[in-house]
């Protein structure tokens, strides 16, 4: 990824830091997740690694532990925030991928949902 696509002006890496805040719903070591500033559903959170990873595309094997961490924490989160019927679990990937924040974060979306800017953007 490029430069600018690197920690020190991540919008998310702030987050992380502290320098902006969030609505928090869970933390530890290695992950946190927040409530998404422009819902488009009831449950709406965001996941994400504390570490700066920009994409998906820049995972690689060492991520496997981090990225399966993930995977497993957020039925638990949708389930804890209301979701325990079903929820949907999204990562866009790069411009084509409609990703606007490059730091790697699962979009957790429980409840009716209104078409998501991200599915309409080209
Ligand atoms: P994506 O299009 O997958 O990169 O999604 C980025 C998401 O970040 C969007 O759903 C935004 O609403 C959300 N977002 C942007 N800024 C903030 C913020 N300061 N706090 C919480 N969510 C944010
Ligand atoms: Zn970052």
Sequence with gaps: MSADHGPDNCLFCKIVRGQI???KVFEDDDVLAFHDIDP???LHV???PKLHLATLADSDSTHEPLLGKMLVLAPRLARELGSAD???TIINTGRIGGQEVY???LHIIG???RLPAML???
Aim: proline share 10%; glycine share 14%; net charge positive.
């Design 40 to 42: 488009v559903a009831p």
């Design 86 to 88: 079903g929820f949907r």
């Design 46 to 48: 965001l996941l994400i």
């Design 120 to 122: 309409t953007r080209g």
């Design 103 to 105: 730091h790697l974060h």
């Design 21 to 23: 805040s969030s609505n």
């Design 111 to 113: 409840g009716p949902v």
